[in-house]
Protein backbone atom coordinates (compact mmCIF):
# COMPACT_ATOMS: atom_id res chain seq x y z
CA UNK A 1 0.00 0.00 0.00
CA UNK A 2 0.85 3.55 -0.79
CA UNK A 3 2.06 5.39 2.24
CA UNK A 4 0.68 8.97 1.93
CA UNK A 5 0.70 12.00 4.35
CA UNK A 6 -2.71 13.38 3.05
CA UNK A 7 -2.64 17.11 4.76
CA UNK A 8 0.14 19.09 5.80
CA UNK A 9 1.09 22.64 6.09
CA UNK A 10 4.07 25.33 6.03
CA UNK A 11 6.27 28.30 7.11
CA UNK A 12 3.46 30.57 4.83
CA UNK A 13 0.36 29.31 7.79
CA UNK A 14 0.36 32.10 10.06
CA UNK A 15 -0.96 30.01 12.81
CA UNK A 16 1.49 27.18 12.07
CA UNK A 17 5.34 27.14 13.68
CA UNK A 18 7.28 28.63 11.30
CA UNK A 19 8.91 25.66 9.85
CA UNK A 20 10.34 25.07 6.67
CA UNK A 21 8.28 23.02 4.48
CA UNK A 22 11.52 21.23 2.95
CA UNK A 23 12.48 19.97 5.99
CA UNK A 24 9.20 18.30 7.00
CA UNK A 25 9.11 16.86 3.18
CA UNK A 26 13.05 15.82 4.48
CA UNK A 27 11.21 13.95 7.56
CA UNK A 28 8.42 12.67 5.50
CA UNK A 29 10.84 10.48 3.29
CA UNK A 30 13.27 9.42 5.95
CA UNK A 31 9.64 7.66 7.48
CA UNK A 32 9.28 6.05 4.24
CA UNK A 33 5.90 8.20 2.53
CA UNK A 34 5.80 8.04 -0.99
CA UNK A 35 3.06 10.79 -1.60
CA UNK A 36 3.31 13.57 0.60
CA UNK A 37 0.48 16.57 -0.15
CA UNK A 38 0.98 20.01 0.71
CA UNK A 39 -2.31 21.91 1.47
CA UNK A 40 -1.86 25.13 2.93
CA UNK A 41 -4.71 27.06 4.02
CA UNK A 42 -6.65 29.23 1.53
CA UNK A 43 -7.07 32.80 1.86
CA UNK A 44 -10.41 33.40 3.37
CA UNK A 45 -13.10 35.59 1.40
CA UNK A 46 -13.30 38.95 0.97
CA UNK A 47 -15.23 40.73 3.14
CA UNK A 48 -15.56 37.66 5.49
CA UNK A 49 -14.15 39.58 8.59
CA UNK A 50 -17.17 42.15 8.71
CA UNK A 51 -19.12 39.18 9.54
CA UNK A 52 -16.41 37.16 11.88
CA UNK A 53 -16.29 37.84 15.88
CA UNK A 54 -14.08 36.33 18.67
CA UNK A 55 -10.60 36.82 18.70
CA UNK A 56 -8.84 38.73 16.45
CA UNK A 57 -6.51 35.89 15.65
CA UNK A 58 -8.88 33.21 15.20
CA UNK A 59 -9.27 35.55 11.58
CA UNK A 60 -6.18 37.22 10.68
CA UNK A 61 -4.16 33.86 11.40
CA UNK A 62 -6.53 31.52 9.76
CA UNK A 63 -5.15 31.65 6.56
CA UNK A 64 -2.63 33.16 4.44
CA UNK A 65 -3.17 35.76 2.70
CA UNK A 66 -3.82 36.73 -1.33
CA UNK A 67 -0.11 38.11 -1.41
CA UNK A 68 1.03 34.84 -0.28
CA UNK A 69 -0.08 32.83 -3.00
CA UNK A 70 2.82 33.21 -5.21
CA UNK A 71 5.58 32.65 -3.30
CA UNK A 72 3.19 29.43 -1.72
CA UNK A 73 3.44 28.49 -5.17
CA UNK A 74 6.96 28.94 -5.98
CA UNK A 75 8.13 27.59 -2.73
CA UNK A 76 6.07 24.27 -2.89
CA UNK A 77 6.69 23.74 -6.82
CA UNK A 78 10.38 24.08 -6.40
CA UNK A 79 9.94 21.36 -3.51
CA UNK A 80 8.07 19.25 -5.79
CA UNK A 81 11.04 19.32 -8.08
CA UNK A 82 13.48 18.70 -5.89
CA UNK A 83 12.46 15.72 -4.45
CA UNK A 84 10.71 14.27 -7.61
CA UNK A 85 13.15 11.21 -7.32
CA UNK A 86 12.30 10.69 -3.52
CA UNK A 87 8.67 11.71 -3.03
CA UNK A 88 5.39 12.39 -5.46
CA UNK A 89 4.37 15.84 -3.86
CA UNK A 90 1.10 17.08 -4.38
CA UNK A 91 0.22 20.57 -4.23
CA UNK A 92 -3.00 22.20 -3.38
CA UNK A 93 -5.12 24.21 -0.23
CA UNK A 94 -7.47 23.58 2.49
CA UNK A 95 -10.19 25.68 2.04
CA UNK A 96 -13.36 26.48 4.06
CA UNK A 97 -16.31 26.15 3.44
CA UNK A 98 -18.37 29.59 4.08
CA UNK A 99 -22.16 29.23 2.76
CA UNK A 100 -21.90 33.11 2.27
CA UNK A 101 -19.07 32.86 0.04
CA UNK A 102 -20.13 29.83 -2.22
CA UNK A 103 -19.40 32.74 -5.36
CA UNK A 104 -15.86 33.96 -3.65
CA UNK A 105 -14.69 30.49 -3.30
CA UNK A 106 -15.90 29.15 -6.49
CA UNK A 107 -14.11 32.01 -8.14
CA UNK A 108 -11.09 31.36 -6.04
CA UNK A 109 -11.18 27.75 -6.96
CA UNK A 110 -11.75 28.52 -11.22
CA UNK A 111 -8.70 31.02 -10.96
CA UNK A 112 -6.28 28.83 -9.06
CA UNK A 113 -7.47 25.35 -8.98
CA UNK A 114 -5.69 24.59 -12.67
CA UNK A 115 -2.25 24.93 -10.25
CA UNK A 116 -3.64 22.46 -7.85
CA UNK A 117 -3.62 18.55 -7.51
CA UNK A 118 -5.26 18.09 -4.34
CA UNK A 119 -7.41 19.71 -2.11
CA UNK A 120 -9.12 20.07 0.79
CA UNK A 121 -12.55 20.98 1.89
CA UNK A 122 -12.68 22.00 5.70
CA UNK A 123 -15.25 23.97 8.15
CA UNK A 124 -13.37 26.18 10.65
CA UNK A 125 -16.64 28.50 11.38
CA UNK A 126 -20.08 28.27 12.15
CA UNK A 127 -22.51 30.95 12.85
CA UNK A 128 -23.60 31.33 16.75
CA UNK A 129 -23.97 34.10 18.74
CA UNK A 130 -25.65 37.38 17.52
CA UNK A 131 -25.64 35.31 14.17
CA UNK A 132 -21.85 35.88 13.35
CA UNK A 133 -19.26 33.65 12.61
CA UNK A 134 -17.03 32.45 15.94
CA UNK A 135 -14.02 30.20 14.93
CA UNK A 136 -14.84 26.57 15.62
CA UNK A 137 -11.02 25.36 16.94
CA UNK A 138 -9.20 28.39 18.22
CA UNK A 139 -9.28 29.32 21.78
CA UNK A 140 -11.90 27.71 24.50
CA UNK A 141 -13.17 31.11 25.28
CA UNK A 142 -14.75 31.54 22.08
CA UNK A 143 -15.67 28.12 21.37
CA UNK A 144 -17.80 28.64 24.86
CA UNK A 145 -18.39 32.55 23.85
CA UNK A 146 -19.77 31.93 20.67
CA UNK A 147 -20.86 28.73 19.92
CA UNK A 148 -21.46 26.45 22.89
CA UNK A 149 -23.30 29.17 25.09
CA UNK A 150 -26.06 29.42 22.36
CA UNK A 151 -27.40 25.33 22.40
CA UNK A 152 -28.77 23.66 25.60
CA UNK A 153 -26.36 20.71 24.56
CA UNK A 154 -23.68 19.37 22.70
CA UNK A 155 -25.59 17.60 20.65
CA UNK A 156 -27.17 20.29 19.21
CA UNK A 157 -24.05 22.29 18.54
CA UNK A 158 -23.05 18.87 16.73
CA UNK A 159 -26.17 18.68 14.96
CA UNK A 160 -25.43 22.56 13.30
CA UNK A 161 -21.67 21.76 12.13
CA UNK A 162 -23.04 18.34 10.68
CA UNK A 163 -25.35 20.16 8.91
CA UNK A 164 -22.74 22.84 7.43
CA UNK A 165 -20.24 19.92 6.69
CA UNK A 166 -23.42 18.42 4.50
CA UNK A 167 -23.74 21.82 2.82
CA UNK A 168 -20.41 21.89 1.85
CA UNK A 169 -20.21 18.80 -0.37
CA UNK A 170 -23.88 19.35 -2.12
CA UNK A 171 -22.67 23.34 -2.91
CA UNK A 172 -21.50 23.88 -6.64
CA UNK A 173 -18.13 24.78 -5.70
CA UNK A 174 -17.06 24.49 -9.61
CA UNK A 175 -15.02 21.73 -11.53
CA UNK A 176 -11.98 22.40 -9.07
CA UNK A 177 -13.71 21.67 -6.05
CA UNK A 178 -11.75 20.03 -3.04
CA UNK A 179 -12.17 16.22 -3.27
CA UNK A 180 -11.29 15.29 0.32
CA UNK A 181 -13.60 16.77 3.40
CA UNK A 182 -11.23 17.85 6.22
CA UNK A 183 -11.48 16.43 9.89
CA UNK A 184 -15.01 16.06 10.03
CA UNK A 185 -15.68 15.89 13.49
CA UNK A 186 -13.29 18.91 14.44
CA UNK A 187 -16.25 20.10 16.79
CA UNK A 188 -15.34 17.56 19.21
CA UNK A 189 -11.33 19.81 19.21
CA UNK A 190 -12.64 20.87 23.31
CA UNK A 191 -14.58 17.66 24.09
CA UNK A 192 -12.93 17.04 27.19
CA UNK A 193 -12.51 20.44 28.57
CA UNK A 194 -16.53 20.81 28.09
CA UNK A 195 -17.44 17.53 29.20
CA UNK A 196 -19.46 17.20 25.48
CA UNK A 197 -20.83 13.69 24.30
CA UNK A 198 -18.65 11.41 23.08
CA UNK A 199 -20.48 9.77 20.77
CA UNK A 200 -23.41 11.57 18.58
CA UNK A 201 -27.26 11.05 18.95
CA UNK A 202 -29.37 8.74 16.66
CA UNK A 203 -30.03 12.30 14.71
CA UNK A 204 -26.53 13.58 14.41
CA UNK A 205 -25.70 9.86 13.22
CA UNK A 206 -28.13 10.54 11.03
CA UNK A 207 -27.16 13.39 9.03
CA UNK A 208 -23.76 11.94 9.02
CA UNK A 209 -24.36 9.00 7.26
CA UNK A 210 -26.40 11.37 4.88
CA UNK A 211 -22.74 12.95 4.43
CA UNK A 212 -20.92 9.64 3.92
CA UNK A 213 -23.74 8.81 1.47
CA UNK A 214 -22.94 11.78 -1.06
CA UNK A 215 -19.55 11.11 -0.10
CA UNK A 216 -19.48 8.31 -1.81
CA UNK A 217 -22.01 8.82 -4.64
CA UNK A 218 -19.53 11.85 -5.74
CA UNK A 219 -16.46 9.74 -5.09
CA UNK A 220 -14.73 11.76 -2.69
CA UNK A 221 -12.63 11.02 0.31
CA UNK A 222 -12.11 11.33 3.77
CA UNK A 223 -9.12 13.03 5.56
CA UNK A 224 -8.32 10.87 8.66
CA UNK A 225 -6.44 13.60 10.52
CA UNK A 226 -4.57 12.51 13.23
CA UNK A 227 -4.31 16.00 14.93
CA UNK A 228 -7.15 15.69 17.58
CA UNK A 229 -5.05 12.76 18.85
CA UNK A 230 -2.62 15.41 19.96
CA UNK A 231 -4.62 18.10 20.83
CA UNK A 232 -5.33 17.90 24.79
CA UNK A 233 -8.89 18.50 25.21
CA UNK A 234 -9.74 15.90 22.40
CA UNK A 235 -7.65 12.77 22.42
CA UNK A 236 -9.12 11.62 19.60
CA UNK A 237 -8.59 11.31 15.93
CA UNK A 238 -10.97 13.23 13.68
CA UNK A 239 -13.19 11.63 12.70
CA UNK A 240 -14.04 9.60 15.88
CA UNK A 241 -14.21 5.64 15.41
CA UNK A 242 -17.58 6.20 14.70
CA UNK A 243 -18.14 7.65 12.02
CA UNK A 244 -15.01 5.67 10.80
CA UNK A 245 -16.77 2.50 10.57
CA UNK A 246 -19.73 3.92 8.99
CA UNK A 247 -17.27 4.98 6.30
CA UNK A 248 -15.94 1.54 6.08
CA UNK A 249 -19.20 -0.30 5.76
CA UNK A 250 -19.17 2.10 2.69
CA UNK A 251 -15.83 1.85 1.62
CA UNK A 252 -15.29 5.27 1.40
CA UNK A 253 -11.14 6.07 0.68
CA UNK A 254 -9.89 7.34 3.89
CA UNK A 255 -6.64 9.18 3.67
CA UNK A 256 -4.42 9.86 6.34
CA UNK A 257 -3.29 13.61 7.33
CA UNK A 258 -1.19 14.47 10.28
CA UNK A 259 -2.42 17.98 9.57
CA UNK A 260 1.10 19.00 10.24
CA UNK A 261 2.30 22.57 10.99
CA UNK A 262 5.73 21.68 12.29
CA UNK A 263 8.01 19.09 11.45
CA UNK A 264 7.58 17.34 14.61
CA UNK A 265 3.99 16.68 13.64
CA UNK A 266 4.80 14.84 10.76
CA UNK A 267 3.78 10.93 11.03
CA UNK A 268 2.31 11.33 14.26
CA UNK A 269 -0.16 8.84 14.96
CA UNK A 270 0.36 7.16 11.16
CA UNK A 271 1.08 4.06 13.40
CA UNK A 272 -2.60 4.40 15.31
CA UNK A 273 -4.61 5.02 12.41
CA UNK A 274 -3.10 2.78 9.51
CA UNK A 275 -5.54 0.13 9.73
CA UNK A 276 -8.19 2.56 8.82
CA UNK A 277 -6.46 4.30 5.94
CA UNK A 278 -8.04 3.09 2.26
CA UNK A 279 -6.18 5.37 -0.28
CA UNK A 280 -8.85 3.89 -3.08
CA UNK A 281 -10.76 0.35 -3.50
Known sequence: MVKREGHSHTEFCPHGSGDDVELMIQKAIRLGFDR??????????????????????????AAISMSDLEPYFKKANE????????????IGFEV?????????????????????TDNILSVHFLKGRDGHYWCVDDTLADFQTGLLSQFQDSQ?????????????????????????IGHMTLIKKFQDHFRL?????????????????AIKSQGRQLDLNAAGLYKKDCNEQYPSLQIIE???VLKIPMIY??????????????????????DSF
Open 246 to 248: MAR
Open 96 to 116: DYLPEFTNWTKAFLDEYGPRT
Open 257 to 278: GSDAHSVADIGRGYHALADFVT
Open 156 to 180: SLYRLYFEQVNRSIRDDLGKFAPQR
Open 79 to 90: MKTKYADQIQIQ
Open 36 to 61: YSITEHAPLPAGFSDDYRGKKTGLTE
Open 197 to 213: DSAFSPENLGIVSDILL
